[in-house]
């Protein structure tokens, strides 16, 4: 069955790089992505990776995937105090054509100042 | 960026009673569309596909007859909980994918529905 799995937490300083990791088990997903929630909200897509790609940059975030491995991680540079939320890593599903997404528990980021 | 809206945001209901909730793409076209569950502290759930003009695909476990799926248009689903108990308690999230663009879903904020 299809299972993706994060910490639970993490705790990081202001201004320290944050690394959130995430393993996945669908081989056959074409992407993966990480979105945020803050408390109350719904989820804010954040960036997505297409699995040919083994890494990926956008401002403060960088991704890398291990294909391999079948493990994600969400590299956020110079970690900011608004940056305290859930990070969900997700996987699209190929049994609906790639549409749906299986999600991970989320990570819960906590950013001290 | 594209924007999905639900209405309501949240929703305190009898049980017993139905509760609608809309799930909206306010500017882009959206052929299929998702219902997620979401309870606390707890990742997503994927309770169904919604399919503009035809049936709900509804994921195992989730039953069809209590969680009503309408798409009647490329902008709006529906889903309605009917006869809700305590248990359907939850966060209920939507996402869209454009026409334009499959690859990308743009999630709405959630409706919090409590069953007393």
């Known amino acids: 069955g299809e299972d993706v799995e994060q910490s639970l937490f993490l705790s990081v300083r202001e201004g320290d790089s944050s690394v959130i990791n995430c393993t996945y088990t669908?081989?056959?997903?074409?992407?993966l992505y990480w979105y945020k929630q803050e408390p109350g909200a719904g989820l804010q897509l954040l960036t997505y990776?297409?699995?040919?790609?083994d890494m990926k940059q956008d401002q403060r975030l960088t991704v890398l995937l291990n294909k391999k491995d079948k493990h994600l991680s969400l590299r956020i540079a110079d970690t900011q105090t608004g940056d305290s939320a859930i990070y969900f890593c997700?996987?699209?599903?190929?049994?609906?054509?790639?549409?749906?997404?299986?999600f991970g528990s989320g990570t819960r980021l906590q950013v001290q100042p | 960026g594209a924007v999905v809206s639900q209405h309501p945001s949240r929703v305190i209901c009898k049980s017993g009673t139905s509760v609608k909730i809309e799930c909206r793409s306010l500017d882009f076209q959206a052929t299929t569309m998702f219902w997620y569950r979401q309870f606390p502290k707890k990742s997503l759930m994927l309770m169904a596909t919604?399919?503009?003009?035809?049936?709900?695909?509804?994921e195992q476990g989730v039953e069809k007859d209590k969680f009503l799926i309408n798409h009647a248009s490329l902008t709006l689903s529906t889903l309605t909980v009917t006869s809700a108990h305590p248990e359907d308690s939850s966060f209920y999230i939507c996402?869209?994918?454009?026409?334009?663009?499959?690859?990308?879903?743009?999630f709405g904020p959630g409706t919090r529905l409590l069953v007393l």
């Open positions: 919604s399919n503009e003009g035809s049936k709900a695909t509804y």
């Open positions: 990776i297409f699995s040919n790609m």
């Open positions: 669908d081989s056959s997903s074409t992407y």
């Open positions: 996402s869209a994918s454009p026409v334009a663009d499959q690859e990308t879903q743009y």
């Open positions: 997700a996987e699209s599903r190929s049994d609906t054509g790639g549409r749906a997404l299986t």
